[in-house]
């Protein structure tokens, strides 16, 4: 079984005037959703800091193949998850030969219904790991380190 994803990028400007002169600022969509992304490059590549950049939407991309890989688990399990937080993280490593994001760092806050078994929950967030797309696609590893605990 497979799937097949596309999207659109646009672009308008000018490289003429040089590096520091050409605007970063571009768009994304993905039908049939109707939501368009708007985006930059980072800021420290002249981008625009109040647009989202490809390396925000890589780590972002990873932690939410997590959450939907994780909920499905749980759901099947009979798990009641009430909450869900990832901080997650990157660093861009410009010193490599061929410069790219280091591991992408996953912390999930896993808030379960009271009684529910910590160790569980902990196992299923690490197979769903294991199933998530997007993390099994990527080159560079991502690493998910997991807390959880009961809701209020």
């Not at 078994?117 to 294991?130: F, G, I, M, N, Y």
Request: glycine share 4%; proline share 5%.
């Amino acid at each position: 079984m497979t799937h097949s994803y596309a999207t659109r990028l646009t672009w308008q400007g000018s490289t003429g005037a040089g590096y520091r002169a050409y605007p970063r600022d571009h768009a994304v969509t993905a039908a049939p959703a109707e939501q368009e992304l708007a985006l930059s490059a980072d800021p420290a590549f002249r981008g625009a800091p109040e647009r989202l950049n490809p390396e925000q939407l890589v780590v972002a991309a990873a932690s939410s193949c997590q959450l939907l890989s994780f909920l499905a688990a749980a759901a099947r399990a009979g798990v009641d998850v009430r909450g869900y937080a990832d901080d997650a993280t990157s660093t861009l490593d410009l010193s490599l030969e061929r410069p790219r994001l280091t591991a992408i760092r996953l912390a999930a806050v896993v808030e379960v219904a009271p009684g529910t078994d910590h160790a569980t929950v902990e196992r299923l967030a690490h197979e769903a790991h294991e199933q998530c797309y997007i993390a099994n696609t990527l080159v560079v590893p991502v690493e998910l380190e997991v807390k959880v605990v009961d809701a209020a």
